[in-house]
């Protein structure tokens, strides 16, 4: 239900009229913070994200984009006899999935943003959906399946030098990344991001 609400709530802010509009393209590191390791010790390994965003307002905006999500993760097989008891050496594999990210943040400039200062810092937050394009399971003995959708809450602060920027942010997953229970485990996992880009005016 809620991922066809993404569509028109982007049309709407894309054509939403405002004081200033500028197109931001960037990209960086994506950090995956695993909130339940469980049985299979998953951990995060460094991703990457690219993509381009829509700001509009000035002091208070809103900021809807559209990225490219590479996540890594990896998890540990322990060697177990049919006892449960440990021997041999644990083996461990890699989960990738690439997603399509689609934030919807709303943020405020914390310096008077109209005249378009050379240096500004803003703070923002708001809700991320994740849709899953594909995944890779470096291991052919599970079958498991990547949730179409997961949902993040997050929070954010960014630094303006003229035509670039610098953010940062936080955000919480409310859903988990596997769909059905194929692990012990299914673990939710929080998003790490720093980014960098360029912002391209296009109103005043």
């Known amino acids: ?15 939403l009229p405002a004081t200033a509009q500028e197109f931001r393209v960037g990209g960086g590191y994506t950090g995956s913070n695993v909130t339940e390791t469980g049985e299979e010790q998953w951990s995060g390994r460094a991703g990457y994200h690219l993509g381009a965003d829509l700001q509009l307002g000035t002091t208070w905006f809103l900021r809807p984009g559209v990225h490219l999500l590479v ?15 440990g021997y041999g050496t644990d083996v461990e594999f890699r989960y990738t999935d690439r997603s399509l990210r689609v934030p919807l943040m ?5 310096i008077d943003a109209s005249s378009d200062p050379a240096v500004n810092i803003y703070v923002l937050g708001g809700p991320t959906a994740l849709f899953n394009l594909d995944a890779d399971l470096h291991n052919d003995r599970l079958d498991v399946r990547t949730s179409a959708a997961q949902w993040y809450l997050g929070a954010g602060a960014g630094l303006t030098l003229g035509f670039l920027f610098l953010e940062g942010g936080y955000h919480v997953a409310m859903s988990n990344v596997f769909d059905g229970a194929r692990f012990h485990t299914n673990p939710r996992v929080n998003l790490i991001n720093l980014s960098a880009g360029i912002r391209l005016q296009l109103a005043n």
Do not use: K
């Open 1 to 15: 239900m809620l991922h066809r609400l993404i569509l028109p709530v982007l049309v709407l802010a894309f054509t």
């Open 71 to 85: 996540r890594n993760l990896n998890y540990t097989l322990a060697g177990v006899d049919q006892n449960g008891d």
């Open 106 to 110: 709303v943020g405020r400039n914390l």
